[in-house]
């Protein structure tokens, strides 16, 4: 029964997905960053360090996907990057360190933009 539940949970998951707008799977990844974050912070805290790496290295690639979508000929592109970049480098020192202030630092981040990003999606929606 619980094996069913998940299968359920995991297809309803990728309709999700395939389904979504551009800029609701956007939306998507700012909001596993953040999920991922919490996951990883938790696990640090608990001193499972193998478990918060984990979590941590899901974030970076959710920041690299980010980067690589990113359509450079504006200038807040730029700023993102800058952002996205030094948001990856809090990750790893972060980890290492065992510095949950940087982990926090990058929360922060990403939390302002994930919020940004939904308050433009509600007024372009208003505007069309």
């Not at 800029?23 to 990883?40: D, H, P, R, V």
């Not at 696990?43 to 984990?54: F, L, V």
């Not at 980890?95 to 990003?117: F, G």
Request: aromatic share 8%; charged share 30%.
């Amino acid at each position: 029964m619980q094996q069913n539940a998940a299968q359920t949970a995991e297809y309803y998951r990728r309709q999700q997905i395939l389904t979504a707008t551009p800029e609701q799977l956007t939306l998507m990844l700012y909001n596993g960053a953040l999920k991922f974050i919490n996951e990883g912070t938790k696990a640090m805290k608990e001193k499972d360090y193998e478990e918060s790496n984990k979590k941590f290295i899901r974030v970076q690639n959710i920041l690299s996907e980010l980067q690589a979508t990113l359509k450079m000929e504006y200038e807040i592109s730029e700023n993102l990057n800058a952002l996205y970049d030094y948001s990856k480098r809090c990750l790893v020192e972060g980890n290492i360190n065992d510095d949950l202030e940087k982990i926090e630092e990058v929360k922060e981040i990403i939390t302002e933009i994930r919020n940004a990003w939904h308050e433009a999606m509600k007024i372009a929606k208003k505007a069309r």
